[in-house]
């Protein structure tokens, strides 16, 4: 008599959840999951930080300055404008990491902008 190979049942909460990305790298949430998050945010802004984790800013903002330090910067000022304007966010089905790219596109503008005037 030939015996099946027992398969494990898991239970939905037993599952493992994938490990939350916390780089630079690109990690991308579905349309879902940020509208979730958002939510949250707006209960709660210590929410914010996961926003910040899953966002490829910095290495944006990097390759268009190429200083380091500078680049911590204008990542500092462009989430710290989303965190002031947060609450006021609409959503309307548009990854918020457009959002995100336009205020540091506009920080970084801003840089070069005032750099041309200074000299």
């Known amino acids: 008599m030939l015996k099946t190979p027992v398969r494990p049942v898991i239970r939905a909460s037993l599952q493992r959840k994938p490990i939350p990305c916390i780089s630079y790298s690109g990690c991308r949430m579905t ?4 509208k979730t998050l958002l939510e949250k945010i707006k209960i709660n802004p210590r929410h914010f930080g996961v926003l910040f984790d899953h966002n490829p800013i910095f290495g944006y903002v990097f390759r268009r300055v190429v200083r380091y330090s500078l680049t911590q910067d204008i990542v500092a000022k462009a989430f710290l404008k989303a965190f002031l304007k947060i609450q006021d966010f609409e959503w309307k089905r548009i990854p918020v990491s457009a959002w995100l790219y336009r205020i540091a596109t ?14």
């Open 31 to 34: 349309l879902e999951e940020e």
């Open 106 to 119: 506009n920080e970084v503008n801003y840089y070069f902008r005032k750099q041309s005037t200074v000299r």
